[in-house]
């Protein structure tokens, strides 16, 4: 038979059927336990597809990573910290860990504080529908697709040419000299989160606006009856009331950050120093077959990311205790 | 919370006298009002132009392209082409990329979304030890970057492991699971939350009414959580259909009859060099379908994602 078509048959017919079939299954099969220890053992068997998968795709792999990134590159001889010894101690992977943190920093300045700001200014429009699902957009487009779409924002053409990037026929219509936005260190690593931004503030937007709208509006009345003028009333109630969705977007903004991995990938590569590294991992499997060194750079990743773990495990049982 | 950024903005559409409170400004002076349409327009027009751009230019001859930027298009002489779509249909395989995007994202979409359900469920109404426990460590789970999970996967699961990945139906099976896997925590979290949120006194009388929990659950749980499902559907499928590094590693930059569209535009990208006008055509194909998705169901989106992650 086709592959092609034995996978059609799989993806429209057999997926559905065993993903709704097994419960089907396990309740039938449970009604051949005694009652009482039906109530036991249900739970698990609910559970029991997603705890494989979890098991599977998440923590074994996490666990094996650790042990890996004190191995050699054929995975077989102990070399203790030697992996680790590379990253921190050649220029490259350094570059790559700064370039890092510039990610974190300006992507979720820039993401949440669009963001906000947005969401603050529909709020007080009839298009705000319209203009929320332009700024939300992006996030319907891929990376790729990002980065080719930039690619003409940025283009440079030599000076004296006409310029074929948008942000460069700007600059030279102001009179001034095209800038290669790509090549030159630093700005070329803000440009790139520039990109990152453009897609992620339409997240950041849409959660905080739904947020916002949250907020009581005898509340806000109140205050406004009392005297308060409008910047008031956005500092002292606003504001105050928006501190934990901020906090939620700017965990998921620092973690995607830490993370990006596409928009560098597609539009350098990690050329001109823009690499990150989650790319400088993918270089160091793919290319060097180097899977110790790539293990200690994931290993580094998580151990960035842990914090921010803590951080959100404690909200999250704080927010159970007021459930 | 949920049901209240559900069912609330009905509510407030429907008195216009609080919508008005809430819209303060609107009586404003009109100086400000004019600042402020400036602003939003302006914010509209940056987000748009490079799109806007990139479309215009793939209808554009190559040698327009390379010479020319986009916005001399808008003017005479107009000269627009459907060459570059033609090409890119017919020769570089974006066809075939396409299907296989579909075979790779509709059970990456519908797998997890159902495990995740069935986990929600017994999260929400089911009573065992350790629940809360072992809920913590699931949403711990979302922060685990996906490349530290790379290396040993590839053990497991290429020519050296179970020999799942490579050309066929295998590697698409491992991808499944992938994205289910990697879905998992965040899907089950905003399930969670939603179907917890669900009034006990329905459940209740379903229970003294003799239903069992697979009743419970296909008659009651998921109808109900319509919009979180809905949006954590819209939510997959963009994230699963726009991946580019998942599908690199189990499908492979180079597993010729089986890459989705991500990853042979990348391959495009990387080979094209100068060849830039049917790149931004296969980018554009590669938009078309998140982009109907997007538009025909964004409004469950934007109100089933907040559902889950704003509280209070």
């Known amino acids: 038979m086709d592959p092609r078509l034995l996978t059609a048959i799989i993806v429209v017919v057999g997926v559905p059927v065993s993903v709704i079939g097994y419960i089907l299954l396990i ?21 029991l597809p997603a705890l494989i998968l979890l098991f599977v795709f998440l923590v074994y792999p996490t666990l094996n990573t650790i042990a890996l990134s004190f191995m050699d590159r054929l995975s077989r001889t102990f070399v203790g910290l030697k992996n680790y010894e590379y990253f921190f101690g050649t220029g490259d992977t350094l570059v790559a860990l700064r370039n890092n943190v510039i990610w974190l920093v300006v992507l979720t300045l820039l993401s949440v504080g669009i963001g906000l700001m947005v969401a603050i200014l529909v709020d007080r429009v009839r298009y705000e529908a319209v203009a929320k699902s332009v700024v939300f ?30 942000l460069n026929a700007g600059v030279t219509a102001l009179g001034l000299d095209p800038v290669a936005w790509i090549q030159e260190e630093p700005l070329n690593t803000v440009m790139l989160i520039v990109v990152a931004a453009w897609i992620w503030t339409g997240f950041c937007m849409v959660i905080l606006s739904a947020a916002l709208k949250g907020i009581s509006s005898e509340l806000l009345e109140a205050a406004r009856v009392d005297g308060a003028n409008e910047l008031q009333v956005f500092r002292r109630i606003t504001m105050p009331l928006l501190m934990p969705t901020i906090a939620v977007v700017s965990t998921t903004m620092i973690i995607t950050a830490l993370k990006a991995f596409d928009i560098v990938y597609v539009m350098t590569n990690g050329n001109y120093d823009t690499d990150v590294i989650a790319n400088r991992m993918y270089k160091e499997l793919f290319s060097f077959n180097q899977p110790g060194r790539a293990s200690a750079i994931a290993v580094i990743l998580l151990i960035l990311i842990v914090p921010v773990m803590l951080i959100n495990i404690r909200r999250f049982r704080e927010q159970e205790a007021i459930r | 919370m949920t049901a209240a950024t559900g069912t609330g903005r009905p509510s407030i559409a429907a008195r216009p006298d609080i919508a008005a409170a809430r819209r303060p400004s609107r009586r404003g002076p009109r100086l400000g009002r004019l600042a402020l349409h400036a602003s939003i327009v302006a914010v509209i027009g ?15 001859p190559a040698a327009d392209v390379a010479r020319t930027g986009w916005w001399t298009a808008l003017g005479p002489p107009y000269s627009f082409t459907a060459e570059n779509y033609a090409h890119v249909l017919s020769r570089s395989g974006i066809g075939d990329a396409f299907i296989n995007s579909l075979f790779i994202t509709v059970p990456s979409t519908i797998i997890p979304i159902a495990v995740a359900a069935f ?9 065992f030890p350790g629940r809360n ?22 053990k497991l699961l290429g020519p050296n492991g179970i020999k799942l990945l490579g050309p066929g139906v295998g590697s698409f099976i491992a991808i499944w699971f992938a994205h289910t896997g990697y879905g998992l925590p965040f899907a089950i979290y905003l399930l969670r939350n939603y179907m917890g949120g669900l009034p006990r006194e329905v459940f209740e009388s379903a229970a003294i009414d003799g239903a069992g929990h697979a009743t419970a659950f296909f008659r009651l749980a998921v109808p109900m959580s319509v919009p979180a499902i809905a949006a954590l559907a819209i939510f997959q499928f963009l994230f699963v259909w ?21 990853v042979a535009v990348a391959n495009l990208a990387n080979s094209l060099g100068g060849d830039w006008q049917f790149l931004m055509a296969a980018a554009f194909l590669s938009m078309a379908l998140p982009l109907v ?13 907040t559902g889950g992650a704003v509280k209070g």
Do not use: C, H
């Open chain 1, 137 to 166: 957009l992006p996030l319907a487009i891929s990376f790729v697709g990002a980065g080719i779409i930039w690619k003409f924002v940025y283009d440079y053409q030599p000076p004296g040419t006409p310029q074929t990037g948008l």
């Open chain 1, 27 to 47: 309740e039938q099969l449970l009604r051949l336990v005694p009652g009482r220890r039906q109530d036991a053992i249900r739970p698990w068997l609910w559970l």
């Open chain 2, 119 to 127: 986990a929600a469920y017994a999260f929400s109404w089911m009573k």
């Open chain 2, 293 to 305: 998705v997007f538009f025909s169901l964004q409004r469950y989106f934007v109100r089933g994602i």
């Open chain 2, 133 to 154: 426990l072992l809920f913590v460590v699931v949403v711990g789970l979302l922060v685990i970057p996906l490349q530290t999970t790379f290396v040993p996967l590839l």
């Open chain 2, 242 to 262: 726009n991946d580019l590094l998942v599908a690199l590693m189990y499908i492979g930059a180079t597993n010729a009859p089986n890459l989705p569209l991500t």
């Open chain 2, 46 to 60: 940056l987000w748009l132009l490079p799109t806007a751009g990139l479309l215009i230019n793939s209808f554009r």
